[in-house]
C-alpha cells in the first residue's frame, strides 16, 4: 500500500512532443506528490508538486494532472526538448515528517 | 542558491571496512534524511533525521547503519561493516519545517564496495 506505481520505464519522444508520464497510488493518506528530474550522476531535483486540493497544476513547460478518485497523478511535459533527456521520478508521501516514497522512474529520451 | 553538498562524490571500499558518507544540508533546515539508489532502480528511504535523533526509519537500515550530526553543519552516514549488497548512490536530502514539504536532494556519493 505504500507503493507508487509510475509507467512508462522508458519513453522516446521527438522534440516538441508532450511525454506524458502517468503515477498510481494506493495509500489515500498520501497528501503531497512530487516530480523529480535526475540527470545521469547526479541528486534527483525537485521539479513540481502537487497537493490532492487541486487537480492541475502547472509550472512553465511543466504540468502535473492529478485524479484524486482514480488515485493518479501524471507529468505532461510541454515542447520538450532534448535538455529535458532525464529520468523522471515521481514520489508520494504522507504529511509530516514522513519519508518520500518513489516510483521506479522513467527514462525519457527526446531526440532532436 | 544554497544546496545539499555531500562527499566524497565516489567512495571505494573493501567489504567489511567501515565507511562514512558526509553531508552538509542546506544551513537553515531542520529535517535531514539519507536515501540510497542501486543502480537502474528507485530511490529508497533509508532513515530520517530531526531534533538529534532518528524521526523514522526503513527495513533497510539495519544495526550495520548509524547517523549523527557531529556538529551543527554536517549529517553523517555510517556504514560499520560494508557488503557487497550496499553498493549504491546514497542521497542526502534536508527540508525546512514541517510547514514545508520540498525535500532538497544532495548530488550523492557513489558507494562501490570490492
Known amino acids: 500500500q505504500q507503493q507508487v506505481k509510475q509507467s512508462p520505464q522508458s519513453l522516446i519522444v521527438q522534440k516538441g512532443g508532450i511525454p506524458i508520464i502517468n503515477c498510481a497510488y494506493e495509500?489515500?493518506?498520501?497528501?503531497?506528490f512530487p516530480w523529480y528530474q535526475q540527470f545521469p550522476g547526479k541528486g534527483p531535483a525537485l521539479l513540481i508538486a502537487?497537493?490532492?486540493?487541486?487537480s492541475e497544476k502547472k509550472e512553465g513547460r511543466f504540468t502535473i494532472s492529478f485524479n484524486k478518485s482514480a488515485k493518479q497523478f501524471s507529468l505532461h511535459i510541454m515542447d520538450s526538448q532534448p535538455g529535458d533527456s532525464a529520468t523522471y521520478f515521481c514520489a508520494a508521501r504522507i504529511s509530516g515528517n514522513t519519508p518520500l516514497v518513489f516510483g521506479k522512474g522513467t527514462r525519457l529520451s527526446v531526440i532532436a | 542558491e544554497p544546496e545539499v553538498t555531500q562527499t566524497p562524490s565516489h567512495q571505494v571500499t573493501q567489504m567489511g571496512q567501515e565507511v562514512i558518507l558526509r553531508c552538509v544540508p542546506i544551513s537553515n533546515h531542520l529535517y535531514f534524511y539519507w536515501y540510497r539508489q542501486i543502480l537502474g532502480q528507485k530511490v529508497e528511504f533509508l532513515v530520517s533525521f530531526y531534533n538529534n535523533e532518528i524521526s523514522e526509519k526503513s527495513e533497510i537500515f539495519d544495526d550495520q547503519f548509524s547517523v549523527e550530526r557531529p556538529d551543527g553543519s554536517n549529517f553523517t552516514l555510517k556504514i560499520r561493516s560494508t557488503k557487497l549488497e550496499d553498493s549504491a548512490m546514497y542521497f542526502c536530502?534536508?527540508?525546512?519545517?514541517?510547514?514545508?514539504?520540498?525535500?532538497?536532494f544532495g548530488p550523492g556519493t557513489r558507494l562501490t564496495v570490492t
Open positions: 502537487i497537493r490532492p486540493d487541486v
Open positions: 536530502a534536508s527540508r525546512r519545517t514541517s510547514g514545508s514539504y520540498e525535500q532538497y
Open positions: 495509500n489515500t493518506a498520501f497528501d503531497y
